[in-house]
């Protein structure tokens, strides 16, 4: 039976009809539906992680245990997890060990364009790349067929395209594994240095027999058509370049670590042109040049954003490129009409203080006209940051420096940040917003909603508890939705000593199941535009008149707070 599955749906498949016993994750786009989907199989262990390393490091554990398991996660996840992935190619597995990476060319949902191919190299980890959904699936069966073979984990590389693209699936039945016998080796799995040096020698002759059989691979395969250009590609780029190329030849790389060199040189001497086109770094074409197989590409791409098959029918055929209509209207993304997290960005931005923000939703407070944030760099280190910036230059600025990061985010890094502001003797404020979801992935559970990935009641991390034990001066929890507490507990804060926490809490406005009247604007309006200030995209100006869009308003009253004319009111009409 076929069935028409998203790249990541597909290698959840792959998964279950792998005979994973485990599987873990943080959420992050583009992974985030491998593991939204693994959770569906009832015979598959399945959790959220607080982050990628933690989740790494149980697959580990049950890899070692005899049970096959992956762990997924988008690529700056994977610097997350960076400690245990490299060590964990020096003691090997028992259950096959699959490590699934999606990487973000043209940084659609990310802060920046990593190539996650080096960390294969430098972790001398085995990487399998597929180019549609179908790929997918097989190429994650494959690589527990070949981490066991092997006795490596193996990274399996999406890219967004693949990730988010449905093509059709075979669907066959779980192969029925039972668990692998644990048997106790110290000198394999104990990472002490005497220990690692074998290790380090074994992994290397590891390294050597797969790079000798990843020529006769099935994955890797030469398509011969015009022998005056041969293009070498992988994953999504392949199926780019049969659409804007269809007379090349061309060099399918299944295997982008180790590459088939053998077999990519017998192509090489086969046409009179080689071509190596890959998104990001010239990962590919410089392991090639090493090998002394001549070869072009990255002259002609470039190293930036995404690929295309009108982008290559430009770079490489000369082929005018379409561009899109300039006179179409720029969409620049904003927060919900009624995003709790609005309201603080909107007081920041009035106090005037210099903010460190997080990843997340809350990312777009940084966005015109909140303009509240100075710093954004990676999950977590908001808190790092502010810390940083306070010890050098603090005294220069008239209020503390204040961190803002989310409720999931706090849990995943920003725990070590309070620690380490409070161990230091800081003079920060942390402000966590609290929206009882990992919201910008899509709203995925994690340890301070109480609920696991498969919806069942867990231990609910209590935030303030925690931010006490951590050593905080003082924590206090306010309404996301009452302007004025968040202000005045946000100016107590911010003239106190020490490390101080706001807790600010409210769902996310799309979870919210509750019925709110919605807002209009009457005639007491002055037209101040104080309430455009908040960025909402249910507030809209109209000639020279306020309006709010019945449509989009979700009646949380924040612009009611702002208005200091009483113009703006409940007017019925719950949604």
């Known amino acids: 039976m076929k069935k028409l599955l998203l790249g990541n749906a597909a290698v959840a498949r792959g998964a279950f009809e792998a005979g994973v016993k485990v599987a873990t994750a943080y959420p992050g786009t583009p992974s985030t539906e491998i593991t939204e989907n693994i959770a569906k199989f009832d015979n598959i262990y399945c959790e959220w992680s607080p982050n990628e390393k933690v989740a790494l490091e149980v697959a580990i554990g049950a890899s070692i245990g005899g049970a096959r398991s992956i762990c997924c996660m988008k690529h700056v996840g994977l610097n997350v997890a960076a400690d245990p992935l490299f060590t964990v190619s020096y003691t090997g597995i028992n259950g096959g060990l699959v490590i699934v990476v999606a990487d973000d060319p043209g940084m659609h949902s990310s802060q ?5 191919r080096f960390y294969a190299m430098s972790a001398h980890i085995p990487m399998l790349e597929p180019s549609d959904s179908n790929e997918a699936k ?12 092997y006795d490596t984990p193996i990274i399996l590389r999406l890219t967004t395209r693949v ?71 992988s994953g999504a780029v392949y199926q780019y370049v049969l659409d804007a190329m269809p007379d090349v030849s061309i060099y399918k790389a299944g295997t982008v670590f180790p590459l088939p060199v053998d077999s990519i040189k017998e192509f090489s001497n086969k046409v009179e042109k080689l071509i190596v086109i890959e998104e990001l770094e010239p990962f590919i074409e410089n392991q090639l040049k090493v090998n002394g197989i001549g070869c072009s590409g990255k002259e002609i791409s470039g190293v930036q954003g995404e690929l295309s098959v009108d982008a290559i029918l430009q770079k490489f055929n000369n082929t005018p490129f379409k561009a899109a209509d300039a006179n179409l209207p720029g969409r620049p993304p904003v927060m919900c009409a009624g995003c709790p997290h609005r309201g603080i960005f909107y007081i920041l931005n009035k106090l005037k203080t210099v903010v460190c923000g997080d990843i997340g939703c809350y990312s777009l407070g940084a966005a015109p006209p909140l303009n509240a944030m100075d710093a954004v760099v990676c999950m977590g280190a908001s808190v790092g940051m502010a810390h940083g910036m306070e010890k050098a230059v603090g005294r220069d600025f008239s209020k503390k420096t204040v961190a803002v990061i989310g409720d999931s985010t706090f849990v995943h890094s920003g725990i070590t940040g309070l620690i380490e502001a409070v161990y230091n003797q800081s003079n920060i404020t942390l402000i966590i917003l609290d929206n009882f979801t990992t919201g910008t992935t899509g709203h995925h559970d994690h340890p301070a909603t109480g609920k696991t990935i498969k919806n069942e009641q867990t231990y609910r991390l209590n935030l303030k508890e925690v931010c006490l034990a951590c050593g905080a001066n003082s924590v206090s929890e306010v309404d996301a939705y009452d302007l004025n507490q968040c202000e005045q507990e946000i100016k107590k804060q911010l003239n106190s000593d020490g490390v101080s926490v706001i807790i600010v809490k409210r769902p996310c406005v799309l979870l919210e199941k509750s019925k709110f009247d919605i807002y209009s604007v009457d005639d007491k309006c002055t037209n101040c535009k104080m309430c455009l200030k908040l960025g909402c995209p249910a507030i809209c100006k109209k000639g020279n008149k306020v309006e709010i869009d019945a449509n989009l308003c979700t009646g949380c009253g924040v612009c009611a707070n702002v208005c200091k004319f009483s113009a703006i009111n409940k007017c019925g009409g719950a949604k």
Do not use: W
């Open 138 to 149: 097989e190429f994650t069966k494959l690589a527990f067929e070949l981490s066991e073979k």
């Open 112 to 116: 920046n364009e990593q190539d996650s």
């Open 163 to 233: 990730a988010h693209s449905q093509s059709f699936v075979e669907l066959n039945d779980e192969i029925q594994r039972p668990l692998k016998p644990y048997q106790k080796n110290i000198a394999k799995y104990v990472m002490v240095p005497a220990n690692a040096k074998f290790r380090h020698i074994e992994v290397e002759k590891r390294m050597n027999q797969i790079c000798e059989d990843v020529n006769s691979l099935k994955i890797n395969y030469a398509v011969y058509k015009d022998n005056k250009i041969g293009v070498v590609c």
